[in-house]
């Protein structure tokens, strides 16, 4: 399934329908959060490009971004490395074992097939069971 992720990163943001879910899920998020967000560490499972950590950036103390597909972290990390992006918050992996886990998160973000056997959820409830 990666493989699929890595060829759709070259054109994510800019496909419509993940630009209007991004934003639906976005208000969402935002409608069941407290108002203030800027002492939440949030990991983000399934975050494909960023398009919705970029969102929540700015509010957040800070924001980690993990991925099964390496094309899509390397089109968030090349957002990061822009000179034009202002966000300094946010970190990105492909895969969420190369974390190094912090006491303090809050919220835990799940996207799609994350939560599908053998994906990113999966495989964490599988970690956090061992830990």
């Not at 950590?53 to 957002?79: C, N, W, Y």
């Not at 990105?92 to 190369?98: A, C, I, M, N």
């Amino acid at each position: 399934m990666s493989s699929r992720f890595d060829t759709e990163a070259l054109t994510w943001d800019t496909n419509p329908s993940v630009l209007l879910a991004t934003s639906l899920a976005h208000k969402s998020y935002l409608s069941h959060l407290p108002s203030d967000l800027s002492t939440l560490n949030i990991l983000e499972l399934g975050s494909r490009t960023g398009l919705l950590s970029f969102l929540l950036a700015p509010s957040v103390r800070s924001l980690t971004a993990v991925d099964p597909a390496e094309g899509m972290i390397h089109a968030l990390q090349q957002k990061l490395a822009s000179t034009q992006s202002e966000v300094k918050n946010v970190r990105g992996f492909v895969h969420f074992w190369k974390i190094r886990m912090m006491s303090g998160w809050v919220l835990i973000l799940l996207r799609g097939s994350t939560c599908q056997r053998g994906g990113l959820m999966w495989w964490f409830r599988i970690w956090c069971c061992i830990m």
